[in-house]
């Protein structure tokens, strides 16, 4: 399971993590502890009367190093320390004990004594910072430099750092577990969401989309899973679109087809004669389904974003002009005048076909709505970069509760109205994407009884 490696991913990792920052931090502060406790004890018993001073009164009184031996022992055995001792050329003279004399001892310089030599334990390095003290002849230049070392006796372990080495060992298991309780926490609280956005997505991919995930974890995961949620929403929104589109499409083609059917049957009956009346009556349905069709389709295109936009600079009022001239015969017949702007042109960068087909479903929906004689102007004026272009009528109106909803799919204020003159609720949906497609807006005004202003805006031509 791929979370599960996750999980364990995200464990191993802060698990190591913790033991190596511990592992670390341990190591070295029993380092620093062990050596400041033997420097300690160095210091207290250095600072013990008589202890190297011994060796610098020798030299003092004889002017060299000869014979020096016994007084080291001495001072090495008071103090309860190993002394080494060099001369002005930093070369051992004198050493209270025989492990030193089997070691490579360097001193440098500055005073650092680097010994090398062999132990039990394996082969020993040693920097010690020092001398303790320097013995200086009557000149004042450097004639000896003493360094006091813990008892070599194979330096046994001081109670001291024992105890040290043990509490150091119970808070680095302690540190460590606790490292893998939070290392386990870290995981699970990263995981978890991770596990229940899978599912989700699973069950979303088996076909439920009411399926919600709810946010957690930190806020970057909170925040992938609003977005899942929102995802999931839309798609189900789409889901129950499609749905509606196919049920609508199904329910618009039903009523002409059944039409056209009984009376191609009846005809077969010899219930009724073939009339011209009849036949034109078929043909007009036909025309409708037509229409119907040629609607979807021009929606589907421009919905897939493939709708071809052919946009060249047109004068808004030959654009006005042809969409009116092809809408006369509709208007005369229902005693309705349509008016062109006379005001200054515009010039706007648009596809002709489709500008004039904006016009005619807007102006197609304006005498349809018109309840008695009067009149449908189409104006434009310049905003910004844009033409707006308003088709105004004088008609029915639309109920402002009804109006957010006019440019939706198959939507129809009134249905009986919208099936008389031939509307399937497509004029509008497909006004709104041809003006999209050409980079503008549409929007609709309306007051019940007095009559409804739809405006839409092109880019003007520079
Ligand atoms: P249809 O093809 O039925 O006209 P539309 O999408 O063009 O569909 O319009 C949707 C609905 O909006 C129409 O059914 C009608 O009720 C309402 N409508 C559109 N234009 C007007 C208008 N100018 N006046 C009143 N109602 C309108």
Known sequence: MPSATLR????????????????????????????????FDVEVRAGRPGAPVAIGDYYRAHGSWTGVGPVVDQAARAAGLDILLFDGQRRLVATSSAVWRDAHLDLSPDGTLAIERLTAAGN????????????????????????????????????????????????FLGATLFGIL????????ISVPVERLTAAARRMESGDLTVRVEPAGGAELAELAHGFNAMAAALDRNEE???????????????????????????QDGLTTPTQERIASLHDETMQLTRLVDDL??????????????????????LARRAAAGMETRARDRGVNIQCDVSDDLVVLADARRAV?????????????????GEVRITWERSGGDAVIRVIDSGVGIPADELPRIFER???????????????????????????????????????RKGSVFSFTLPISI
Not at 20 to 28: D, E, L, N, Q, W
Not at 182 to 189: F, G, Q, S
Not at 297 to 318: C, H, K
């Open 297 to 318: 389709q021009d929606l589907a295109l421009a919905e897939a974003g493939r709708l071809e936009i052919n946009a060249q600079p047109m004068a808004v009022s030959a």
């Open 357 to 373: 087909q904006i016009l005619t479903n807007l102006l197609a929906n304006a005498v349809a709505h018109m309840e008695a004689q």
């Open 241 to 267: 679109q499609r749905r509606r589109m196919v049920s609508d499409v199904a329910h618009e083609l039903r009523a002409p087809l059944t039409n056209i059917r009984c009376e191609l049957e009846s005809m």
């Open 410 to 448: 198959f939507y129809r204020v009134d249905v009986s109205r919208s099936r008389a003159t031939g509307g399937a609720g497509l004029g509008l949906p497909i006004v709104r994407q041809l003006v999209a497609a050409h980079g503008g807006r549409v929007w609709a005004e309306s007051e019940v």
């Open 124 to 171: 020993a390095h040693q920097l010690i910072r020092g001398p303790q003290m320097l013995v200086r002849d009557k000149a004042g230049n450097v004639a000896g430099s003493i360094f006091m070392l813990p008892l070599q006796s194979d330096a046994p372990e001081l109670p001291a750092t024992r105890s040290l080495d043990r509490s150091f060992f119970w808070t």
């Open 8 to 39: 364990s991913r995200l464990i191993a990792m802060v698990a190591a993590l913790v033991a190596v920052m511990i592992g670390s931090v341990a190591v070295i502060s029993t380092r620093v502890a062990h050596y400041e406790i033997r420097k």
């Open 182 to 189: 939070m290392a386990i926490a870290i995981a699970r609280w």
